[in-house]
């Protein structure tokens, strides 16, 4: 019998089918990372269960309904054989002819009758229990429960034949020499296996690798079973760190139970794996304020491309991951398969946090706080960053830290048989974007044999290689990679500093350094910054905020923070640049331009152009040793640094044609050879070192000697900048040019940009973060005329929202509905009632299209709201958004369309302006005869309907007659109607016929595509010669004859065929 892939508990597999011993091969490799045979032991064995671990595992079986069910069946099944007169001798015969055991056979009937077991008639199955789900173990006499309750000593496993009822059989006795003998059905053994009689022993199972302490494949470990939960992640709160261990077990039942003691190797690696992650960040790195993590999830491509991007998601539906840890790493739980690897990636921009993020979850294990992993593995991606040598699992887990722990054989095999109990980290996946090719490499499952560091991740992100284990990533949310997270079982963004936090860092940051006296003073100068404040949503420049915040007050001088990210860096690194090396700034802002071209961020020994220069940049917290790396590999301290310095030696160096540095702005499409943008921040600070006054800004970083080169760079980027037209630019490019326009300081190129707004600004689907909506902002309020701005999908907060609305020159807005509801409630309970009123007027949802189901439970929400305000207050009007609304399109599709439609009948007649109900859809919405009947109930309060468009819907006869019989109440408004692909017969098409006398404005009738017949169509001809006032009549269907249509048509030439 040939076995598939199993899925379930082990509970499962006892009452299924199968052969013992073909689910014990196939589960041992199933186990196995390795590829290997595992053959069966020739040498009989004694197989031994440790009885502990049977007390456990019946504790949690009568914790767990499903389990108690299972082994009650068991349980039937012990009284259903053994305690029938009939089968009573039978048992004998068969211990005696095929084990050889005569004396061991009569002292375990003795026991037996000497325990007092009677014979009974099976029970019919009226005398069963009636509740057999919730029914109890049978009594000690002949239940399971004697066989469990077993005293000291080993438990053996003998085959019987296979045509013995299938279960587990218990005998215990003293007489027997063993304490308990378990019985299951297998095939007979061959004759050459046969053991002797002259004593008791019996071939038995090999060894499972897997299972310590047992050798059965039905005996697994507490930790190995699929069936049984996880513990939760907060269960063990209140235990101290040492009973939070992996290696420590509650005890079963009261009683003290240990698991099987590791192998003093893999104990060894485990406490140093443990001393390794408890240690504490020192410095400021150490005062970051938790980040929160929302939930988020891909969505298709706007563009022609299949690849799915990451979903922006409005600020009523981020779902922050509130539960922490414990949330995120239980997130992908509903969608795992038993035995399956789960993957969870952690997305988030350079500078947000994700690699504190990752490196405080492997802390939190070596507190305890993860006792459901035994192995927390945290490994930076670009130590893996070595292309063309060959890897081992080793090499992968190993990567931690600048002191590699070894992790020899034994450890390797002990992870590889539970890997389920394993967490892999693998942080800033961004790194490896040369093996972009990895997700789809063909990767087998072993691990034994040496790979390439493509094929090493092929196996973890295709789940071959440790699977069921539980993959975290963290990766930038853009690039190559971010791309394919769709193998990701859950998403989370790091979704940075609020306002509030970003306060917090900076009252932790200055108590840290010992300068507690300088939060307030230093809060003061960030409020009066309010770009840097919007800014500070990144922890990087939060933490930069601070830096030259502290310098400028342990000066003495008059303090003022600058007003552009281009004028921070600047003050961090000019007054240090002045006192280093000759030419070692400009060494380091080469190396930047140079490892950012290579999307790498790590400098080898070497690189730097002396061992002075080195010394000078990690003395001043540039340069620091890499995490993971030996003390000879150094990285910058932030990727914003990195950016600022590229673009430091874009600006000086003579090595750039000038020609060729607009390129470098990304802000035009290039067809042939493109600029990546890696170093996203690199246009912004160039403009602003360009365009900067000299000597506060490049001059003080280089000294006057390249004033000659930056002139002409400088008119070279003016030019440029002055051609584009804003009008023109996608949205993000827009945003992009404001940013470059701000960091320039320059007054005309400021005015250039204003003057070349639109009127109307859409942003539907681009992401505005607080620093893009406070220069937007800044650009409207400077601009000196009206704005009508669409914010839909844009993901921005309620105060960014908030201040971009309540802006005089705003005089129209589109946002999400729930974004604006959050946005009133906000502003009622502040008391801004004039603020209030004026966003109200300002509002607009029209034209609104519903694609899905939060759509019409938004707008259901608006027209509550007017209902609430109508009946509490006398003189309280109708909404804007509600009264002024003319077009109304419905496309949810065939499935979630039926149940909808109904929400949004029951809100139409709030619209009182409604001009154009779409009922069509691509996809069919199919509202069927019911949904045109709850429709027609609207008809009398839908005055101004103009045009009514039902194609595609399902509609038959029924709807047909309905839909006439309430067409009257609309005979003065509409204009257009068309059912259009639907399934109409001659009767609806006669009911359709007799109301068209009665729609006097109505002009266009559109009913092709339906079923009715000739006689359907001379009706509609006659109904329309009594209609003067239409104009069209679409009346095509296959199933009229073509003569008869052509000659309808010819009768009147207002009906159109095709």
């Given amino acids: 019998m040939e076995l598939g892939p199993l899925e379930g508990s082990y509970l499962e597999l006892l ?84 084990i050889g055991l005569e004396e061991m056979t009569s002292e375990s009937v003795e026991v037996l009758e000497e325990a007092g077991q009677k014979t009974q008639k099976r029970p019919f199955p009226e005398e069963l229990p009636v509740d057999l789900k919730h029914r109890k173990l049978a009594p000690p006499s002949s239940s399971l429960l004697s066989c ?134 020192a410095g400021p790195e150490g005062t970051l304020v938790e980040m929160d993590l929302v939930r988020v999830r891909l969505e298709k491509s706007s563009g022609k491309s299949q690849e799915r991007e990451l979903a922006t998601l409005d600020w009523a539906e981020r779902q922050p991951a509130r539960g922490g840890l414990a949330e995120v790493l239980l997130a992908a739980s509903d969608r795992q398969q038993p035995r399956e690897t789960r993957v969870i990636a952690v997305l988030g921009k350079a500078g947000h946090g994700k690699s504190h993020w990752a490196r405080a979850v492997s802390r939190a294990w070596a507190h305890g706080q993860l006792p459901q992993y035994d192995f927390v593995f945290w490994v930076p991606c670009h130590r893996l960053d070595r292309l063309g040598t060959s890897y081992h699992l080793q090499d992968l887990l190993s990567s931690l830290g ?110 840290s350094e010992g300068t507690a006296e300088y939060q307030e003073r230093a809060l003061a100068l960030l409020r009066a910054q309010p770009f840097l404040l919007s800014h500070s949503h990144s922890p990087t420049v939060c933490r930069a905020v601070c830096q030259l915040t502290e310098a400028l007050l342990q000066r003495g001088d008059e303090a003022q923070l600058p007003s552009t990210l281009t004028g921070l860096f600047v003050g961090l690194l000019g007054p240090a640049a002045r006192d280093g090396p000759p030419g070692a700034l400009a060494g380091l802002a080469r190396l930047a331009w140079e490892l950012g071209r290579a999307h790498q961020r790590g400098l080898k020994a070497g690189c730097l152009p002396s061992a002075e220069a080195r010394a000078w940049a990690v003395a001043q917290g540039w340069l620091r040793p890499t995490t ?21 030696w874009l600006a000086l160096s003579g090595e750039i044609k000038d020609k060729e540095l607009p390129q470098y702005l990304a802000l035009t499409p290039r067809k042939k050879r493109p600029y990546d943008n890696w170093l996203e921040g690199v246009p912004r ?5 360009v365009f900067q006054p000299r000597a ?58 204003l003057q070349g707004l639109p009127a109307r600004l859409s942003f539907l689907g681009t992401r505005l973060t607080p620093p893009d909506t406070h220069v937007l902002g800044s650009a409207l309020e400077a601009a000196g005329q009206d704005f009508s701005l669409d914010l839909r999908g844009t993901g921005v907060d309620p105060s960014g929202l908030g201040s971009l609305v309540g802006l005089s020159c705003v ?126 109930a609207t008809f009398p309060q839908l005055k101004a309907l103009e045009t009514l468009n039902l194609s595609q819907n399902n509609i038959t006869d029924v709807g047909a007659c309905k839909l006439a019989e309430a067409l009257p109440a609309l005979a003065a408004s509409l204009l257009r109607l068309s059912l259009y692909n639907n399934c109409i017969c001659d009767t609806g098409a006669e009911s359709l016929a007799h109301v068209l006398p009665d729609m006097v404005s109505l002009r266009v009738l559109d009913v092709q595509y339906n079923k009715f017949t000739a006689a359907g169509a001379q009706q509609l001809a006659a109904g329309l010669r009594k209609c003067p006032q239409v104009k069209t009549l679409a009346m095509w269907t296959p199933t009229i004859p073509f003569g008869v249509q052509e000659h309808l048509q010819q009768l009147d030439p207002r009906i159109i065929l095709r």
């Fill in 696 to 753: 506060s800004c490049l001059g003080a970083l280089a000294g006057p000697a390249a004033s000659t080169s930056v002139d002409r760079k400088q008119k070279v980027l003016t030019r440029y900048l002055k051609r584009l037209q804003p009008g023109t630019l996608q949205a993000g490019r827009l945003l992009e040019l404001l940013h470059c326009a701000h960091e320039a300081l320059d007054p005309g190129l400021w005015q250039h940009v």
């Fill in 148 to 281: 469990l309750s077993l005293p000291s000593g080993p438990i053996q496993i003998i085959p019987t034949l296979s045509t013995l009822p299938q279960g587990l059989w218990p005998i215990s006795g003293t007489g027997t020499g063993v304490s308990s003998i378990l019985i299951y059905q297998s095939e007979m053994p061959p004759a050459s296996q046969t053991p002797p009689a002259s004593g008791p022993a019996v071939q038995s199972l090999p060894k499972s690798p897997d299972r310590p302490g047992s050798t059965s494949p039905f005996a697994p470990s507490a930790a190995d079973l699929p069936s049984m939960p996880e513990p939760a992640l907060t269960s063990r709160a209140n235990l101290t760190e040492d009973e939070m261990s992996p290696t420590k077990c509650p005890a079963a039942g009261g009683a003290s139970s240990k698991l099987p003691k590791w192998p003093e190797s893999v104990e060894r690696f485990y406490q140093s794996l443990r001393d390794k992650y408890q240690a504490q960040p």
């Fill in 811 to 936: 005089t129209r807005f589109r946002a999400a509905l729930s974004d604006t509801v959050e946005l009133w409630e906000s502003l009622q309970q502040r008391g801004e009632a004039k603020l209030l009123r004026a966003v109200e007027e300002k509002f607009t949802i029209e034209p609104f299209k519903a694609k899905s189901m939060k759509d019409v439970e938004d707008l259901g929400n608006l027209v509550q709201i007017q209902r609430t305000r109508s009946s509490s207050e006398a003189a309280a009007g109708e909404l804007p958004a509600v009264r002024d609304l003319k077009k109304l399109e419905f496309a949810l599709g065939p499935v979630l369309g039926p149940q909808v439609f109904p929400k949004l009948v029951k809100i139409l007649e709030a619209f009182t302006s409604l001009q154009h109900l779409d009922l069509d859809s691509l996809s069919e919405n199919k509202i069927g005869d019911e949904g045109v009947a709850q429709l027609s």
């Fill in 628 to 648: 993971g790396a030996p003390e000879t590999e150094l990285a910058f301290s932030s990727f914003l640094l990195q950016c600022f310095l590229g673009a430091m």
């Fill in 685 to 689: 600070f160039l403009v602003g070192l």
């Fill in 15 to 98: 009452n299924s089918s199968a052969d013992p011993l073909q689910l014990y091969h196939l589960y041992d490799r199933m186990d196995l990372t390795a590829e290997e045979e595992i053959d069966l032991c020739s040498e009989p064995d004694t197989d031994t269960i440790n009885c502990e671990q049977f007390s456990r595992l019946l504790c949690d079986m009568e914790g767990d309904e499903e389990t108690r069910e299972a082994y009650a069946n068991i349980a039937e099944l012990d009284q259903y054989v053994f305690q029938d007169t009939q089968l009573e001798g039978l048992s004998k015969d068969i211990f005696i002819e095929h």
């Fill in 402 to 511: 600048p002191q590699p722990l070894p992790v020899n054989d034994e450890v390797l095999s002990y992870i590889a048989r539970r890997p389920n109990r394993i967490l892999l980290v693998l942080d800033g996946f961004e790194e490896l974007e040369a093996h972009d090719g990895s997700l789809h490499s063909t990767g087998g499952p072993g691990s034994a044999e040496p790979r390439s560091l493509r094929g090493l991740l092929a196996g973890l992100l295709q789940r071959k290689l440790l699977r069921g284990c539980t993959l975290l990533l963290t990766a930038w949310p853009r690039g190559r990679l971010a791309q394919s997270l769709s193998k990701a079982d859950a998403l989370f963004e790091v979704a940075g500093f609020s306002a509030q936090q970003a306060e917090t860092y900076v009252k932790h940051y200055f108590e």
